[in-house]
């Protein structure tokens, strides 16, 4: 008889983005007529930036020559692509990172759930709550935690709560824990961490032996020069932490699929039997044996993004989501909500209003206001009674938007 992996069947919930996407479909299937703005999944809006397009036309022309044509490439990445992320991504920001630690993928979401791969399943972990459903869900599948209560904590998983109450800080917990995960500035809530903030949790982790799996997808978001980039930043951290980066969001890459994860040759744990393991050794096998690498023509545009055009042309994009963003904050605010992140991140948080639940609001805006968003709860239960908008649109769907929003709800 076959058998299936049963863990999956702990996940009771349909996943976040497929249950709105169902839900704004009926809605659609219903009113035809409706004009529906989608401020919901944080999805890219505008073309890729030009340097990069002109950069993966010449890759095409090069697989059209035998001389210059490419097959497998390598699967940690082309060194010319992990030379020049070393370089401008961390060295420039006084990391010791070097290009051997860098390896290219298709997507930060893929390795946020693949690392899991190389760690063994009695780890405790923590992670924020809120927090970007993929690094709960994927320790579910591998049969990390217990069941799920009514509120959607799953068992076996420590929680660290940030809201408005504590400042979205995550605090450091009381108990050792083996793997943290960290994502600043924040997804879902915008929020940024500190240097302090991040020393405290890399002295956490050293002190107990942890591994902080820490998700930077939004740093270039950063508009406060305060704020760090990586968490190789920090010191200490090349011993306990694996950071993951993508260009999704700040070069359009969403559907051309490129990212990367940094995994420092100097982070080791424990086997079972006292030896001292490298990560990048177990990392590096595991890419070798189930990764292909990514596209010679993808890697080629990522390249471009390096380049002084392309530098302009990405700093051009970050600006105009963040316009985006100040603008649904203006908006929203002068409506009455109150509203956190969306200067140091492409996505506003807002408190719903006291007699609406998250899926209550987004109910409310899809009918109301043919406008949707992603309802808090959907990202653990610490974020129930709150609700998450994304900048990344048009210019004139985000005005459109957020007339109909203010207009329609009489806030």
């Known amino acids: 008889m076959v058998t299936i992996n049963e863990n999956y069947l702990k996940l009771k919930a349909g996943y ?7 839900r704004v479909n009926a809605f659609a299937e219903a009113n035809p007529s409706a004009a529906i703005i989608k401020l919901g ?7 890729l930036p030009q340097a990069c397009r002109d950069a993966m036309t010449q890759a095409i022309q090069d697989m059209g020559q035998r001389e210059t044509f490419k097959g497998y490439g390598p699967e940690q990445g082309y060194l010319w692509l992990r030379e020049k992320i070393a370089q401008h991504d961390f060295q420039s920001r006084g990391c010791k990172i070097d290009a051997s630690e860098i390896f290219v993928s298709d997507g930060s979401k893929c390795d946020c759930g693949n690392i899991l791969d190389i760690l063994g399943d009695d780890n405790s972990i923590a992670a924020t709550d809120p927090v970007y459903p993929v690094y709960v869900d994927t320790n579910v599948m591998a049969g990390h935690t217990g069941e799920a209560d009514d509120s959607g904590k799953y068992g076996g998983l420590t929680y660290l709560p ?15 824990v083996d793997i943290i995960y960290l994502c600043f500035p924040n997804n879902p809530t915008g929020a940024v961490a500190t240097k302090e903030n991040l020393q405290a949790w890399v002295d956490y982790a050293k002190e107990n032996g942890s591994l902080i799996l820490f998700d930077a997808a939004y740093e270039a978001f950063i508009t406060d020069p305060a704020i760090p980039h990586s968490i ?9 932490a694996i950071e993951f980066r993508s260009f999704s969001k700040n070069a359009g890459f969403t559907g051309t699929r490129c990212a990367l994860t940094v995994v420092p040759k100097s982070l080791t744990v424990k086997a079972s039997n006292g030896e001292e393991v490298q990560l990048w050794t177990l990392w590096n096998r595991r890419q070798c044996t189930k990764f292909n690498g990514v596209s010679y023509i993808v890697q080629r545009g990522a390249e471009a993004v390096y380049s002084a055009e392309g530098q302009a042309q990405i700093k051009a994009l970050i600006a105009f989501y963040l316009e985006n963003a100040q603008i649904i904050r203006d908006r929203l605010s002068a409506a009455g909500l109150k509203v956190y992140g969306g200067t140091n991140a492409p996505y506003v948080w807002v408190k ?16 109301a206001a043919n406008v949707v968003g992603t309802p808090g709860s959907g990202f653990g239960a610490a974020g129930e009674g709150y609700f998450r908008i994304s900048a990344f649109n048009s210019r004139a769907n985000v005005e459109e938007a957020m007339a109909r929003v203010t207009a329609n709800l009489k806030l």
Do not use: H, M
């Open 41 to 47: 999944i944080g999805d890219v809006t505008e073309p």
């Open 232 to 240: 190789y930043e920090i010191e200490g951290a090349r011993d306990c």
């Open 352 to 367: 719903t209003p006291e007699s609406f639940s998250s899926w209550d609001f987004f109910d409310k805006l899809l009918q």
């Open 16 to 22: 976040l983005f497929p249950e709105i996407a169902r």
């Open 162 to 176: 940030i809201s408005a109450d504590n400042d979205f800080t995550a605090q450091i917990p009381s108990e050792k």
